[in-house]
């Protein structure tokens, strides 16, 4: 588990990659059978698989872009969507 330790791993992670992860992470919590020791370490690298995946959704709202419409209802053009942080 040391290697799957490395914050950096994480960042180079796709959403799916890390939701499958994060998946599995809770799943092991939750069966209650892990030491206290390494529950805290995929504890600690579930959380940080959390903020990716957030940091992930977040980025991708902000490419979604929604259709503007003249004032005859044609298409005119493209206006970002709008985030709420």
Partial sequence: MAEKNKAGDIAKMSFEAAMQELEQIVAK??????????????????EALRAHCDALL????????????????????????????
Wanted: glycine share 8%.
């Fill in 29 to 46: 919590l939750e069966k209650g059978d892990v030491e206290l020791e390494e529950s805290i370490a995929i504890y600690e690298r579930g």
């Fill in 58 to 85: 977040k980025k991708a709202e902000a490419k979604v872009e929604k259709i503007t419409l003249d004032a005859e209802g044609q298409p005119a053009g493209m206006e970002p969507l709008d985030v709420d942080d």
